[in-house]
């Protein structure tokens, strides 16, 4: 049957290779009359390209043929800016499982990686419609087109043949394939957030005579910071301000504009953007209020807002942010309304919160922190902290990044752009909201079912830092800033104050450092020189990694001499070094940069700065925290998780028969029997232990007697089946007599079981385990493990991490748990079979991650041995999914 419409979700926002924005949709019968000016634009190389033939215009029945598809068979997807069709790509399906794919971009926009979009979506489109192969013919001189199917990551095969090119390639991802599209993606978000901080010009819209306004504010501070290029302002009732020639609209100013700063009233900030979109501005800073926070309204115009200024090729930072900050001297950008340009630094600074990014610039201000870059996303309608790290990776001038996020609206991208970054540059975290207070009003986020640690695990699976407050934030951005990172663990302390020492030791053990040698604690009134000396022989000692220095001064001392001690010794290591000085004069958060204080010599290769804590506590957690960082990095990356022996086509079709079956009348999902949970998990080679579903005692002798002595009785009742303390369990029953007597035993201490019993063979001795997965809207899949029984269920110790897998990860997931020590030989036992446990964790990772429509899997017990794995029970159910957040193929993020 022909279908007459398109899934929601083939129409995606694309960021191009240049950082312009477009938007991809199927084509409609009404884009006849753009299809043909689309054509019509075209010259007639480009033309001739396309359809080996000079065509001038499209016949009345070629525009019938190409605008009239069934969604199925035939697809066209269209990239358009604004109502102008930029690009076609179509394929038409030649018999079951392959398709005839072609291309047409508009001469205007080749070289905007147009093609390579347009084949990931149409790849992804077909996929679903079970075409998993595309050939294609093209004139050998038509090297574009080639290029880009070669450069997918694609297997691609050709052969000539009167005068044509035939190109055959298979469009199941591949890791190349997947690894080009992360490249591609991350290429050009990060030039679309150049584009946005880099602007040549910049035009102020809603500047006015009212000092106080926010739109004399923004004004007043672009031109304060000595922005590098020209300033423009917007307002319809004057001619000059603040000595800048007054436009009545953007479309008036002269020359090019890049970036647009909107304060205007809500009501009127769509035209503001339309008329932007006229004149080919680069992007959009919206400080305006009244959006998505207001509710239901006003999360419509923001909607609107965000899809009119994507059609005209722009990214909108906001709606209700603070703005946005460059200290590059180069630029000079304060297109915000902090009122004092921040100092050039190497931080990259990012606030969800529009309210708090005027406390984050003080503090960071007041701390000496300098910052590459500053961006308030206010409602984070289009460009989120993702894109800010894409950037930022890039970015030679920035050496850490800071994220404040109140909502997080693409976990499994947001974990791997981190991951990344994360290997060169560190991440530093603050994710408010653990309160339960929810997402703040304005953030468009899926509702999760998650676990609620799912966050934090997968934060330390992408080598985040994470900490609970922005003060912390700061603390952990100057040690990373101002010091190197630590080579280890191991901890010196010198000091004059027998309690400081010890407050820093305990505080180090308590955040998992080590004491790599015994606390140097000085008299009371030690001198300068003494401290010195002290300082130099533990910076010295080999034992040592980093230096917590701390000092009381005595009132012979001299504050600055103490500090020049301690900057001088330390700007001559290569370790990493805090301090806490209590009741000394000038000394702030950085000592050496205070009060004329002393300064090391400028040629030295280290950090001339240490970092200065009001408490040794808040020194040793900061330390602390970019030690682990520090460990992680040194750590080995792990393989993706890739077990022999898997089919995953097999298994998608016994989960799609059962979804046949009744998905639409069953919208939780549906439980698989027993039989389709067996197939569905040897499928991916997890072996399920057979067992019987009896009902008396003479159905439970013959289940034993064809699975073997000893066996297992188990009471089917969901609330009893695993749980020995309440009578529902009895192990190693080793004859028929002994099971009758059991079945009655179990029928006198917990009654009559409807639910019948469910008889097993007996497992090896070992301990019983835990291995869950669960598909989340927000998370995608998550897994879970943890010992089974109390220890998972009633003090909460399990771990989680986010599929796709490392072998590192699931190492890490095993040991992540605190009852861990029970399969390696805790109190002397024999250690357990624990790569085995870890191939079956893979596994199932592997299945959770290719088969979303997986709601719930659990397995529960496997049991763990010395000789192997036994996986003694499973329960899957199956349901239709939503589309995950890091679908496959590029898209901007929707509002």
């Known amino acids: 049957m022909a279908r007459t419409s398109y899934p929601a979700h083939w129409e995606a926002d694309v960021v191009l290779r240049d950082g312009g ?30 359809f080996f033939a000079p065509m001038p215009r499209l016949s009345d029945r070629d525009l019938e043929r190409f605008t009239h598809v069934d969604y199925g068979d035939r697809v066209a997807l269209i990239a358009l800016i604004g109502d102008e ?91 190349r394939s997947v690894a080009v599209m992360a490249a591609r993606e991350h290429r050009a978000e990060a030039a679309s957030i150049g584009a946005l901080l880099n602007p040549r010009s910049v035009v102020v819209v809603g500047a006015s005579r009212d000092d106080d306004s926010v739109g004399a504010h923004l004004l007043r501070n672009v031109l304060a910071a000595g922005f590098s290029g020209p300033v423009h302002a917007v307002n319809q009732e004057a001619f000059e301000l603040q000595g800048v020639q007054v436009h009545a609209r953007v479309s008036d100013v002269p020359g090019p504009v890049d970036l647009a700063v909107i304060a205007v009233p809500a009501a009127v900030a769509l035209d503001v953007v339309r008329d932007c979109g006229r004149i080919g501005v680069r992007g959009l800073v919206v400080v305006s209020s009244g959006f998505a926070e207001r509710g239901p309204e006003g999360l419509q115009r923001q909607r609107k807002l965000v899809r009119v200024a994507r059609a005209h090729g722009m990214r909108v930072v906001g709606p209700n942010s603070f703005g946005m900050i460059n200290t590059d001297r180069a630029v000079r950008l304060n297109a915000s309304l902090a009122p004092r340009m921040p100092r050039d630094g190497g931080l990259g600074l990012f606030s969800q919160s529009g309210a708090l990014g005027v406390a984050l610039l003080a503090s960071a201000d007041r701390r000496g922190l300098g910052l590459s870059g500053f961006v308030s996303a206010g409602n984070r309608a289009d460009v989120s902290g993702n894109d800010l790290m894409q950037y930022w990776e890039e970015d030679p001038r920035t050496t850490a990044v800071a994220l404040y996020l109140e909502s997080v609206g693409n976990p499994r991208k947001f974990s791997r752009v981190a991951r990344r970054l994360a290997r060169s540059k560190p991440v530093v975290v603050v994710k408010s909201g653990l309160s339960g207070y929810g997402v703040p009003p304005g953030h468009a986020v899926r509702a999760s079912r998650a676990p609620r640690e799912a966050l934090d695990a997968m934060l330390k699976q992408a080598g985040v830092i994470r900490v609970e407050n922005t003060h912390q934030m700061f603390d952990v951005a100057q040690v990373l800033q101002e010091q190197p990172l630590p080579a280890g663990p191991r901890l010196g302390i010198v000091g004059n104050s027998d309690a400081l020492a010890a407050l820093v030791a305990d505080a180090a053990i308590s955040w998992r450092l080590e004491l790599g040698t015994a606390p140097v604690s000085l008299r009371p009134d030690a001198d300068a020189e003494e401290f010195r000396h002290a300082l130099e022989r533990v910076f010295a000692a080999d034992t040592v990694d980093s230096v917590v220095a701390t000092f009381i001064p005595p009132l012979a001392t001299v504050d600055e001499d103490v500090v020049h001690a301690l900057v001088d010794v330390a700007g001559g290591s290569d370790k990493t070094c805090v301090a806490c000085f209590l009741g000394m004069r000038g000394v702030g958060h950085d000592a050496g940069m205070r009060d004329g204080s002393a300064e090391p010599d400028p040629e030295r290769r280290t950090p001339r700065v240490v970092p200065a804590f009001p408490t040794p506590e808040d020194a040793v957690r900061a330390l602390a925290a970019v030690t682990q960082h520090a460990q992680w990095r040194m750590r080995p990356q792990g393989q993706p998780v890739a077990p022999a022996g898997t089919d995953p086509a097999a298994a998608e079709e016994i989960v799609d028969k059962v979804l046949s079956r009744a998905a639409a009348a069953h919208p939780a999902g549906l439980r698989l029997s027993d039989e389709e949970t067996t197939s569905l998990l040897r499928c991916y080679g997890v072996h399920l232990w057979p067992s019987f579903l009896v009902q008396d005692a003479d159905s439970a002798v013959e289940a034993a007697e064809k699975l073997g002595w000893p066996v297992v009785l188990k009471a089917a009742a969901e609330n009893l089946r695993h749980r020995r303390e309440m009578g529902g369990v009895r192990l190693d029953i080793g004859s028929a007599s002994e099971l009758r007597r059991q079945i009655a035993a179990v029928k006198a201490e917990v009654g009559d079981l409807r639910d019948g019993y469910l008889i097993q063979r007996m497992a090896p001795p070992g301990v019983s385990t835990m291995i869950r997965s669960i598909e989340d809207a927000l998370f995608g899949p998550v897994v879970s493990f943890g010992l089974s029984g109390d220890a998972s269920d009633l003090l909460g110790d399990v771990a989680h991490r986010i599929p796709p897998l490392t072998d590192v990860d699931v190492s890490d997931l095993v040991r992540s748990v605190k009852a861990s020590p029970r399969l390696f030989g805790y109190r002397g036992s024999p250690p357990l079979d624990v790569p085995g446990l870890e191939d079956v964790i893979a596994r199932v990772s592997r299945l959770a991650d290719d088969l979303p429509e997986i709601a719930e899997l659990e397995l529960n017990p496997v049991l763990v041995s010395q000789d192997g794995v036994a996986v003694l029970g499973a329960k899957v159910r199956v349901a239709l999914p939503a589309t995950r957040t890091d679908s496959g193929v590029r898209r901007a993020p929707t509002t």
């Open 85 to 175: 069709i930029i690009g076609v790509g179509r394929y038409d399906r030649v018999d079951e499982g392959q398709a005839e794919v072609a291309f047409n971009i508009a001469d205007a926009h080749q070289g905007r990686g147009l093609g390579s979009v347009l084949l990931e979506h149409l790849a992804a489109v077909a996929r679903e419609r079970g075409i998993h192969r595309f050939v294609a013919e093209v004139l050998p001189q038509n090297r574009k087109m080639v290029q880009v199917f070669r450069e997918a990551g694609y297997e691609v095969t050709h052969h000539f043949d009167d005068g044509v090119i035939s190109l055959a390639f298979d469009i199941d991802p591949t890791a």
């Open 21 to 50: 924005t477009a938007h991809l949709r199927p084509i409609r019968p009404a884009d006849a009359e753009a299809l043909q000016a689309f054509h019509m634009r075209q010259s007639p190389e480009s033309v001739y390209l396309r």
